[in-house]
């Protein structure tokens, strides 16, 4: 069946670095893709998102790259606050309501 | 700011009680959806509804029904909760035509059937 996986369960990043997070998703018919976070005792946010037909976005300190030929897609954070400790998940849409699946997360911390 | 408030944040109930869990949105949307997020898996998708008194089974409806009385309410019922349906419970708004798109979440109810 479909799944969308993440690389790493948890990543440390130093305050001041860039951070990478992976995802890797399973069905080749996926056409849009959103990267969340939600932070403790949150619901998830919309951090950014991109689709098939490109293979970079760039938001405010953040990066979405997707490579549909392995279907993997990662977040780039560049210069990571202590803000951005979250857990961070990929979903994958592969168009409808119900056609989508999400990532389990993996959970960011920011070493001060 | 668009606001998605689930009733309670924590939530204890004992084994074969009726829970209910309540939803409101305040961004007039259309759609509205109750996820349970758990640990090692990503969020799984229980009911929607995309109008008033319409309601459609998600990935993992069993145990579970819902209510959409009124646009702004989404509640998620259990008639009798089981221990397996401990888990953290979100919902989430979209508008109309946005799908699953373009969610706006609250911020979860976690719930503990013992």
């Known amino acids: 069946g479909e799944s969308v996986g993440l690389h790493l369960p948890t990543l440390s990043v130093q305050e001041g670095d860039n951070s990478i997070i992976n995802c890797a998703y399973s069905?080749?018919?996926?056409?849009?893709f959103i990267w969340y976070k939600q932070e403790s005792g949150k619901g998830p946010q919309f951090i950014i998102d991109i689709r098939s037909n490109m293979d970079k976005r760039q938001g405010q300190r953040v990066t979405v790259l997707l490579n549909k030929t392995v279907k993997h897609l990662s977040l780039q954070i560049a210069a990571t606050q202590p803000g951005d400790s979250a857990v961070y998940f990929c979903a994958a849409f592969s168009g409808g309501y119900q056609k989508v699946t999400f990532g389990t997360g993996t959970k960011l911390q920011v070493i001060p | 700011d668009v606001k998605v408030t689930q009733s309670s944040r924590y939530l204890v109930k004992r084994t074969g009680e009726k829970v209910f869990l309540e939803c409101v949105q305040d961004?007039?949307?259309?759609?509205m959806f109750w996820y349970r997020q758990d640990p090692g898996l990503g969020l799984r998708l229980i009911y929607f509804s995309y109008d008033v008194k319409m309601k459609e089974k998600g990935d993992i409806p069993e145990g579970y029904s819902v209510s959409r009385e009124k646009k702004e309410r989404f509640s998620l019922i259990l008639e009798s909760a089981s221990t397996n349906q401990t888990s953290m419970y979100l919902c989430?708004?979209?508008?109309?035509?946005?799908?699953?798109?373009?969610?706006?979440f609250g911020s979860g109810t976690q719930l503990s059937v013992l």
């Open positions: 961004m007039d949307h259309e759609n």
């Open positions: 989430a708004s979209s508008l109309e035509g946005a799908g699953n798109e373009k969610l706006f």
């Open positions: 069905n080749s018919a996926s056409d849009y």
